[in-house]
């Protein structure tokens, strides 16, 4: 299945997508990256990878809707057959995201719905949970919301801060991501009345997982 991923910045998830389909094994491989910032530092990790990256500056549209017209055709000149967001930091028009429908991914650094928008780790340590995550999603309009692929449970220390638990969360991420491209590339995750079944993983008998406060 040919991705295209759209980044704005650092590029880690891009960097653990283009990781993945090294491997000849994987039903994937990366079409194109587009980041919307000409300073992203993942522009460079795709170019030392050998992946086609193209930026396409929000800032040089009239609109929205022009800007993402631009997202849609490059991403259609390159055959793209699955979006992956990996830390897109523009909000989608609906007419973008529904040309896209249950062919475009998003990871979100918490356990969705809890904890949306942005400064997430902020907020989750703000909040004094014991367990975050990440969630890999398919886009809907609204922002972080949308069918579950795949979600990672994580822990929070008590000594955690922002810098801790974003390294924390950003290992997991750079696992799940990988893992919900693949189900979804197979064919084994699919959308059944905006809730996503996986083929082929039996219904799971464990029992809860107690995390306790760690102070
Ligand atoms: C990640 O935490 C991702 O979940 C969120 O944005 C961040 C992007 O990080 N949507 P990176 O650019 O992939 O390193």
Same mark, same amino acid.
Request: hydrophobic fraction near 45%; aromatic fraction near 6%.
């Given at each position: 299945? &040919? ?7 650092? +590029? %880690? ?8 389909? $090294?491997d000849d094994k994987y039903p994937a491989e990366i079409a194109i990256a587009i ?14 990878? +050998? ?6 500056? /929000? $800032?040089? =549209?009239? #609109?929205? #809707? %022009?800007?993402?017209?631009?997202? #849609?055709?490059?991403? $259609? ?10 830390? =897109?930091?523009?909000?989608? *028009?609906?007419?973008?995201? &529904?040309?896209? /429908?249950?062919? @475009? ?7 969705? !719905?809890?904890? $949306?928008?942005? /400064? ?11 367990? *975050? ?17 795949? @979600? ?6 008590? #000594?955690?801060?922002?810098? %801790? ?12 991501? !990988? ?7 197979? +064919? &084994?995750?699919?959308? @059944?009345?905006?809730?996503? *079944?996986? @083929?082929?993983?039996?219904?799971? &008998? *464990?029992? !809860?997982? =107690? ?5």
């Amino acid at each position: 299945m &040919k991705l295209g991923i759209l980044f704005s910045g650092r +590029g %880690t998830n891009l960097n653990a997508l283009i990781d993945a389909c $090294k491997d000849d094994k994987y039903p994937a491989e990366i079409a194109i990256a587009i980041s919307n910032n000409p300073n992203a530092e993942g522009i460079a990790i795709a170019e030392a990878a +050998g992946i086609p990256v193209q930026v396409i500056n /929000h $800032k040089e =549209f009239e #609109d929205r #809707d %022009t800007f993402d017209a631009a997202l #849609d055709s490059t991403l $259609k000149e390159a055959g793209v057959e699955l979006v992956c967001n990996a830390g =897109f930091m523009r909000i989608l *028009t609906s007419g973008f995201v &529904k040309n896209w /429908h249950n062919r @475009q991914l998003n990871i979100h650094p918490s356990l969705l !719905p809890a904890f $949306k928008g942005l /400064h997430v780790h902020d907020r989750v340590l703000e909040s004094g949970v014991r367990l *975050t995550g990440a969630t890999v999603h398919f886009v809907r309009d609204e922002m972080d919301e949308g069918p579950i692929v795949a @979600q990672v449970a994580v822990p929070v220390n008590a #000594d955690d801060t922002v810098e %801790t638990l974003t390294a924390r969360v950003l290992e997991a991420e750079h696992q799940i991501y !990988p893992m919900a491209v693949r189900l979804v590339a197979e +064919g &084994k995750a699919r959308v @059944q009345g905006e809730r996503v *079944t996986i @083929q082929g993983m039996p219904d799971s &008998k *464990t029992g !809860p997982l =107690f995390v306790p406060a760690l102070s």
